[in-house]
């Protein structure tokens, strides 16, 4: 890859799953890497390894903490400020109920990070990519923002509202250069599960027993693919399911059942 090419490309949400799959993906094409979690373990880890490769900045950022996305995003050094890809990977889902079952800390968590998480990083970091009038910002949602399924209420709720903010950040950045696209997943086998169930190893193997479900990696290249495109083209959404998957709630499982 020519230098012209190198990518400063920041990742939320990279200490595991599809996050932590697209900075391998992109360390391998030598893009540079700004990887942002809540666990400095974690992410200390990842830099270390994926150093050896190319550029790494490791961030200790929660996304639901407003003023600690902008006062980090506005420290970064020089080197590092000029961000042409910004990856919005961190969300969750916390339980599995009715509404009027539900918990409403539950609600908070998923709110606070599914949305207005995503809306501090954007805040953060898109007036540079306005200032330099070039940029790519990709979303990563859900097919729960093109379903609702019977106890995902709120958490539904909060990928509908970033596929609303999504398309609407499209159309405020077009005269800036700025390319936007949404990757909507059907089912991927990560920690996902484990933290909707709040740590129930149990509960969370048993939604990918008997069932072929996308890999983290699967999703990675997705969105590799969509940022190695050509600058005059933009891939605006993919939904990226599971070949054994039609619905949010409808999987074909091993053995032939529905």
């Not at 391998?24 to 809540?38: G, P, S």
């Not at 699967?218 to 050509?230: F, G, H, K, N």
Request: aromatic share 6%; hydrophobic share 45%; net charge neutral.
């Amino acid at each position: 890859m020519g230098a012209y090419m190198r990518k400063t490309i920041l990742i939320t949400g990279a200490s595991s799953g599809i996050g932590a799959s697209c900075a391998f993906k992109l360390a391998e094409k030598k893009h540079r890497l700004i990887l942002a979690a809540r666990r400095a373990d974690r992410i200390q880890q990842l830099c270390d390894e994926l150093s050896t490769i190319t550029d790494v900045h490791p961030l200790i950022m929660d996304v639901r903490n407003r003023e600690q996305v902008f006062s980090i995003i506005k420290a970064l050094p020089a080197a590092w400020e000029e961000i042409d890809v910004l990856i919005n990977n961190a969300g969750l889902a916390v339980g599995l109920s009715h509404l009027h079952e539900g918990y409403p800390d539950d609600w908070d968590r998923m709110i606070d990070t599914n949305i207005k998480g995503v809306l501090n990083v954007l805040k953060a970091v898109t007036p540079g990519m306005i200032r330099h009038k070039k940029g790519h910002i990709v979303q990563i949602s859900s097919i729960a923002s093109k379903e609702v399924y019977p106890n995902g209420n709120v958490y539904c709720a909060t990928k509908h509202a970033l596929d609303a903010i999504t398309q609407g950040i499209r159309m405020e950045l077009l005269p800036y250069h700025i390319r936007v696209t949404s990757i909507h997943p059907g089912m991927v086998e990560t920690e996902f599960s484990l933290v909707r169930f709040k740590g129930d190893k149990a509960r969370a193997d048993a939604v990918y027993s008997n069932v072929e479900p996308l890999s983290a990696d699967d999703v990675a290249e997705v969105i590799v693919y969509s940022i190695e495109l050509p600058s005059h083209v933009s891939l605006h959404e993919a939904v990226v399911m599971p070949s054994a998957q039609a619905g949010a709630r409808m999987m074909r499982k091993k053995d032939g059942s529905i």
